[in-house]
Each structure stands twice: as structure tokens, then as C-alpha cells.
């Protein structure tokens, strides 16, 4: 039972590590940057989901449609400030501007929200699970991860694989250049990406911070790694890729807490993670061939 | 380049005659010309910490009008300088250079850890009196002048671990440590060691990381498979706050035990205090304690107006650091005519052999090393407030 407890556990772990990857992979497998600042745009969307819901008194929905609104609006609005004029500089420029950015978001956080961690309000009302006599726990809010994940990978793999401005993304993602010269607006394409992007990183705030209930400026920086690496361990740019390096990961960590050790935990994930680009340099679902997504 | 040898010493000149009015300021009179001991301190009066500061200011002040309303110490009364630091290291350097300069003869060094290492690097070169309230860092009392009213970060570890043994709050006992911080590993190093002289069983040690510090699943998972019928967190309340509701959600039934770094968690906004329902800390002072120190200490408080907020653990540190420095002032025999050096050394002997009893301890002695030994005081939250056990 303590093996099932650690495997369910990890899963929870891990579907909120595969939900904040998507919007890693999805911004990388297009717009071909790592965008870093993806994390703090999570607690950004969780800090409006706080202000609407708990400060104002608002229904969560309101909360989290508001996060929604203002994260896709700030994801774009950082993508045409800080990134476009980048375009065409390297991929070292770019790393670091998402790196300033994420720090500009974290502090913008801590002059207007404070430095003292606030206890979030979970946004899923679903029930807890109690299986074999309450012996196996499933809380409503993995529950809930799990299912927008799955929904959320689907979605997506769809909306790139058959709409039109999907399938523009799919072409921009492969040649900017014969992209532009086919008739695609290709700065509009990427704009698309990261509003996309930043929308997902509202759900994920949404649902992050209903698992684990402390939010404070730094709230997304961690996790926001995580999911980065469990975006390279599934393949980055690769959707499906992205949802099982995240679970993955989060089993790894929770089984490795749980009979190795607590401290090394870590240190084990990326051992293994390690061991895989060893073996399959571009992840598990990576394609070798530069058509990603 | 006359004019600028000129302006050169004029403003040499200047500097002289500012440093004159400096000592003039500082020749240990007050207003009406009797002599004074002087007592200075920095701390956070403003910003973020501001409440510590305060507290501190509001309960040394307090300690002081009441010794010299009653006679004073040897006959002297006390004048006390507060300084604002910002709990920031540079900030309470300078201000432990203006406090020097007004003629501070005995400190109560700083509040907070961080600064008072810098201030008591300043103060051990001058060998100057330091006895802080609250600066609960080891190397916060580096050197033979400094000593501390409350426990040091790993002395809490085994604060804790004789409480929990003396009173048979449990016998197996599992902990939840952040083994990438010092305050944390610290107290869970000298806690597992005197747990173990004291008979208690540690069922379970599990850590986590700054890194994974939003998962506790598995460590609670631990926990709950060990059989342990107490938790004890060495930890601040942010992350105490995730463990209690994942142990609520995973129907982990422990009794919950905390440091001072749990102090705060009832603060938290939005906080479900409904989750910390009966959890037990290690606090030197609770408001509604029924002892006759802290009922007087928290009558007069109120008496003089003070701002409820600062009525805190600092506040009672710092009441019962002033009458503590009487003690040893008496002892020793301390008068305002000796320098700040003297009275140093004269304290510093003293202090090894009074005994106290204050707000937040009875029976409170000191050894050369600065550190207090006192017994330790627990308090559990019920219906959201702190309830003296």
C-alpha cells in the first residue's frame, strides 16, 4: 500500500510537473526559445486567481477566467517587448533576456504583493478519493490535474495538428523564412504561441497552487525548472513528450523520497535524466529530425 | 591651489571640531545633568522586520522606566538609544558607530541575527557589552562579550527534545527537517541527539530541500507507515503550513511539534488555522500565559499604550534582557563612571554566576560562551490563538 500511496503521489506530483511543461514545450517546439520566464507567469496568474477570489471575495471561475485573460495578455505583451526585437540575435540572447524577465516578474511580484508567503484557496471543488478503507488517498485536486492535463495535451496536440493557425505554427516551427514567403504572418504566429503559452501557464497556476496552497513571489520559479526538465526528459518540443516526462518525473522523485532517500532526491531524478539523454539525446519522444512538435 | 590647501583645512578644522560636538553629546549626563548608564541597541524599527524592532524598543523601554522609576541600578538610572537597522549587516554597523559616538556603555546589540553578527563585530573590537534580546544565529555571540536571553537556532533542538521527553508528550517521534538550512538542520542535529539521551524513539527522518519544498507526500507517507505519534518540524511556517494540510488530506494523525520558526503560521494571510488546530511550539511567550511574569509584563505593556502588535517573543526577550543587565550590573557592582570596556569586563564575570527569572524563563543562567540555560516553554494553538502549556 505504501508503494501505490508513493506511485499516486508522484503521478499528483507529476501531472502538475507534465501541465507547466506543455507550455515549455509548446513555446520551444514553435518559437524555438526557452522561455524562462514561463514559471513566473504561473505564479503571476496564481497571484490574480489570489487577489479576484480571496482578496475581492469573487467565485473562483471569475478568478481563474481573469488569470487566464491577464496571463495571455502579459504573454504577449513580454513576447513583443522583451523577445521580438531578438528575433534575429542568438539563441544566448534571447536565454538571457527570459532569464531578466523572470526576474523583473518575480520582483514586480514582491514590490506589489509582499515577501510573506499567502495560503492559496484551491480553486477544484471535486471530492477526495479514499480507496481500501481510506487506505489509498487521492485528493480532488490530482484528480483535477490529471484530467486538464490529459485534456490540455489533446487539445493541443489537435488545434497544431488540424486548424489552420495550428498548422501555420507547425510551418514557422520549421522555416521562419519559407514560412513568411508562403504567406504566413509570422510574428503573429508567434504571438499566437505565447499567448497559448501564457493561458496554460494560468491553468497551471490555478491548479499548482490548489495542490500546494503557498503562494509567494517565488512560487513558479522551482517549479517552472521542473517542468523544463521534464519537458527535455519527454522530448522538448514534443507534446505528448511533455506529459510523460512530466509524470515520469514526478513518480521518479516521489518513489526515490520514498525508498531511497528523502535528501537525494534529486540528485536521482537528474541521474536518471542524465542516463536517458544518454542513451536518447533528445529525449523520449524527441524526433531527431529538427520537426518537432 | 592655495585656495584648495585652504579648503583642505577648513575642512580638516571642521571635521575636529564635529568630533568634539560628538563627544560632547556623549559625556553620560542627561537633560537635568545627573549621569546615566547607557544602554543602546539596533533593530528593525522600520520596514519588514518592523515588528521585531519594535517590540524590542517597546519592552526594553519598559524594563527601563520601571527600574528607574524605582531607584535605578546601584542607584543610576538607565538611558535607553534605540537604533533602526533595517535588520540590514551595514545598517547596523553604522548604527553601532552613532551609538558609540553618544557614549553607549552597555548594548542590547540587535535584533535580528544577520545584523547582530555585524554589530558584535564591531562591539567585540572595542570589548563592549552585548546582550541581545532575539539574534538567535550561533555566531550571533562570537566572542567573550556577547550573550543572548533567548536559545540559540540548534539549542531549540534540544529545548525541544526535553520538553517533549520531560512531559511525556510522546515516545515515538519522526521529524521533517530542510536539510538545505542551516536554522533547520541545526536544530535537527542537536534534537536527534538529545532525543536519543532522553529515551525517545525517532521513528523517522526525513528532509526535504529548498528545491522540493511543495511536495511533502512521501516524507508524510513515511511518517504515517512509521507508527511515530509526533511530528516535529524544525522548519518556518510557510512550508509547515503545505505539510499540515497535505497531512490533514492524506489523514496523517500525528501531534505536531514546532520551533520558533512556527511562529507566525496564525499570521498567514488566508491562512485555514483550522490545519495548525492544537499544534505545539517552542516559543519563549505567549500573551495569555497565567504566570505572574507574563501577566505583569503584559498588563503594564498594555498600561503604557504600546502598539498590540509589538507585544511579541521580542518584546519579553528584550524586557527581560534590561533587567537581566541589572542583575549583572549589581552584581558586578557597575557604576556610570567606568568605561564601556570596564563595565565589560565586570559583566562578563557576573554574568556566570547570576540566576533570573524573567518572562521567558525562571531560573535563567548563562555560561562563558554566552548561551542562556533555561527550561524551555511550549505553547499550543487552540481556536486560532497561542495557549501556554
Request: hydrophobic share 45%; with cysteine; aromatic share 8%.
Amino acid at each position: 500500500m505504501d508503494f501505490l500511496s508513493y506511485l499516486v503521489s508522484g503521478i499528483s506530483l507529476g501531472s502538475v510537473y507534465a501541465l507547466i511543461a506543455l507550455g515549455y514545450t509548446m513555446v520551444y517546439g514553435i518559437a524555438k526559445m526557452l522561455n524562462f520566464a514561463h514559471g513566473d507567469v504561473i505564479m503571476l496568474g496564481a497571484f490574480v486567481i489570489y487577489t479576484i477570489s480571496t482578496t475581492l471575495g469573487l467565485p473562483a471561475i471569475v478568478g481563474v477566467l481573469a488569470s487566464i485573460v491577464i496571463c495571455t495578455i502579459f504573454g504577449i505583451v513580454i513576447e513583443k517587448v522583451a523577445y521580438k526585437p531578438l528575433r534575429k540575435a542568438s539563441s544566448l540572447a534571447v536565454l538571457i533576456t527570459a532569464i531578466g524577465v523572470s526576474y523583473l516578474l518575480q520582483n514586480a511580484a514582491l514590490l506589489i504583493f509582499g515577501s510573506d508567503t499567502k495560503s492559496f484557496t484551491s480553486v477544484v471543488t471535486l471530492p477526495t478519493l479514499k480507496l481500501f478503507d481510506g487506505q489509498l488517498i487521492i485528493s480532488g485536486e490530482t484528480i483535477a490535474t490529471i484530467l486538464v492535463s490529459v485534456v490540455i495535451m489533446v487539445a493541443l496536440t489537435l488545434f497544431i495538428n488540424k486548424t489552420k493557425p495550428g498548422k501555420a505554427m507547425l510551418a514557422v516551427s520549421e522555416d521562419k523564412g519559407a514560412a513568411q514567403l508562403m504567406g504566413i504572418n509570422v510574428n503573429r504566429t508567434i504571438s499566437l504561441t505565447f499567448a497559448i503559452g501564457s493561458a496554460l501557464a494560468a491553468v497551471a497556476g490555478a491548479l499548482l497552487c490548489s495542490a500546494y496552497p503557498a503562494l509567494s513571489p517565488t512560487t513558479g520559479a522551482m517549479p517552472g525548472i521542473k517542468a523544463f526538465t521534464a519537458a527535455v526528459f519527454g522530448g522538448i518540443g514534443s507534446i505528448p513528450g511533455a506529459m510523460i516526462g512530466g509524470i515520469l518525473l514526478g513518480v521518479i522523485e516521489n518513489l526515490s523520497k520514498g525508498y531511497i532517500s528523502s535528501q537525494l532526491s534529486d540528485a536521482i531524478v537528474f541521474v536518471v535524466l542524465i542516463i536517458v539523454l544518454l542513451v536518447k539525446p533528445t529525449g523520449i519522444l524527441g524526433k531527431k529530425i529538427r520537426e518537432k512538435v | 591651489m592655495k585656495m584648495k590647501k585652504f579648503l583642505a583645512a577648513f575642512l580638516a578644522l571642521t571635521m575636529v571640531v564635529l568630533c568634539f560636538a560628538a563627544c560632547g553629546k556623549g559625556d553620560g549626563k542627561t537633560d537635568s545633568g545627573e549621569k546615566t548608564l547607557k544602554i543602546g541597541f539596533s533593530g528593525p524599527l522600520t520596514g519588514n522586520n518592523a515588528q521585531y524592532g519594535n517590540g524590542v524598543k517597546n519592552g526594553a523601554q519598559l524594563a527601563v522606566d520601571e527600574i528607574n522609576a524605582a531607584g535605578g541600578v546601584n542607584g543610576v538610572k538607565l538611558e535607553l538609544n534605540p537604533q533602526d537597522d533595517e535588520a540590514d549587516a551595514e545598517k547596523a554597523k553604522t548604527a553601532y558607530g552613532v551609538l558609540k559616538d553618544w557614549g553607549m556603555q552597555i548594548s542590547l546589540g540587535t535584533v535580528t541575527s544577520g545584523a547582530c553578527i555585524a554589530f558584535q563585530g564591531e562591539a567585540a573590537k572595542d570589548n563592549m557589552f552585548v546582550l541581545t534580546p532575539s539574534a538567535t544565529a550561533v555566531e550571533a555571540i562570537n566572542g567573550d562579550n556577547a550573550f543572548r536571553v533567548c536559545f540559540s537556532d540548534p539549542n531549540q533542538g534540544v529545548a525541544s527534545a526535553d520538553y517533549i521527553a520531560d512531559n511525556k508528550v510522546a515516545s515515538k517521534v519522526a521529524v521533517i527537517y530542510d536539510s538545505s538550512d542551516a536554522y533547520s538542520s541545526g536544530i535537527y542535529e542537536k534534537f536527534t541527539a538529545e532525543a536519543k539521551a532522553k529515551g525517545l524513539e525517532i521513528v523517522t527522518a526525513q528532509s526535504f530541500t529548498g528545491d522540493t519544498k511543495t511536495d511533502f507526500s512521501a516524507q508524510l507517507q513515511a511518517v504515517k507507515s512509521s507508527g511515530a505519534e509526533l511530528l516535529f518540524l524544525p522548519i518556518y511556517y510557510s512550508e509547515a503550513t503545505l505539510i499540515l494540510q497535505q497531512a490533514k488530506n492524506a489523514s496523517v494523525d500525528v501531534k505536531f511539534f514546532g520551533c520558533d520558526g512556527l511562529d507566525g503560521i496564525l499570521n498567514m494571510k488566508n491562512f485555514d488555522t483550522t490545519l495548525a488546530e492544537n499544534v505545539m511550539l517552542l516559543t519563549p511567550f505567549a500573551k495569555d500565559a497565567k504566570d505572574s511574569y507574563t501577566v505583569n509584563f503584559v498588563t503594564k505593556f498594555r498600561e503604557k499604550g504600546y502598539d498590540e502588535t509589538t507585544l511579541n517573543q521580542f518584546a519579553a526577550d528584550a524586557y527581560d534582557a534590561v533587567y537581566i543587565i541589572k542583575a549583572a550590573a549589581e552584581k558586578a557592582g557597575i557604576n556610570a563612571d567606568m568605561s564601556a570596556s570596564e563595565i565589560c569586563d565586570a559583566l562578563k564575570a557576573a554574568m556566570t554566576q547570576i540566576t533570573v527569572d524573567g518572562v521567558t524563563g525562571t531560573g535563567i543562567t548563562w555560561s562563558a560562551d554566552g548561551e542562556p540555560s533555561k527550561a524551555p516553554k511550549a505553547n499550543i494553538i487552540k481556536n486560532g490563538s497561542y495557549v501556554a502549556l
